[in-house]
């Protein structure tokens, strides 16, 4: 059985053990948080600790130590993992933009380590994640970390690591832009003469549909938006504007990926 010790239980640590959990995964599961959410621990018999100083204690050594903290509060734990690290153990990181550079350059060179970003839909087992191996991961590890991150649904191996950070503004921040657009359509729905709640049926269900679709069909998503866009009609009035030459949707949302992809290299200062 590996042992995991996953540090940070916030939206996406929390994500994985629900996965893990659900899928009734062989691991035994070792969590540092320093929020008490120890009853969910006992409940599903995971072991559950406050700080790396009460973990070492049991004088334990994982197989993979899966890093889920944010890239700001890395520094405070990089002593702990020098600590922590053996030359059999696999660090799994999903913090964004903070490269293996930085792991080799902080803890050793010789570190075996893996990026991964996961998503947030991961909490309701619908996630993506992109990842990266280095090269010196073996076989073995990898069938492990593939199956623990397929838990929370789908992934796409990546073959260069710079990959990761537009992965990361695209599936990991892309659960946000989704959100907004619904928000927006709520929003103009309602200032139009819906209630509220028909307003989030529509546009909630509209997006659900249309994923479904996109999914289960061989056409592509040009075919799509063709399909639904009649010549004089209200989508193509709607589009004209969306699809502006000079300063449509696709301007918007390439500045906007470009802007996340930046601060992404950005972390990687930290």
Known sequence: MNKILLVGYGKMGSSLVKGWLKRGLKLKISVIEKKNVSSVFEKNKINFFKSFE??????ESPNIVLIAVKPQQLLSIVEYLNK??????????VAAGISTKWYKDRIAKEIKI?????????SVLTGITGI????NILNKEIKVINLMLKSIGEIVLLKKENLIDIVTSISGSG?????????????IGQEFGLNKKDAKVLAVQTFIGSAKLLEETKKNVSELRNNVTSPGGTTEAALSVLMKQNDGFD???????????????ELNRV
């Open 251 to 265: 301007k918007i949302m390439f500045e906007a990926i470009k802007s996340a992809v930046l601060k992404a290299k």
């Open 54 to 59: 009460d973990y070492f204690l049991i004088k």
């Open 114 to 122: 893996v990026r991964a970003m996961p998503n947030l839909p991961a």
């Open 175 to 187: 659960p946000a832009y989704f959100f907004y657009l619904t928000e927006l359509l709520l929003k």
């Open 132 to 135: 990266f191996y280095s090269k």
């Open 84 to 93: 922590l690290h053996r030359k059999n153990m696999t660090f799994v990181s």
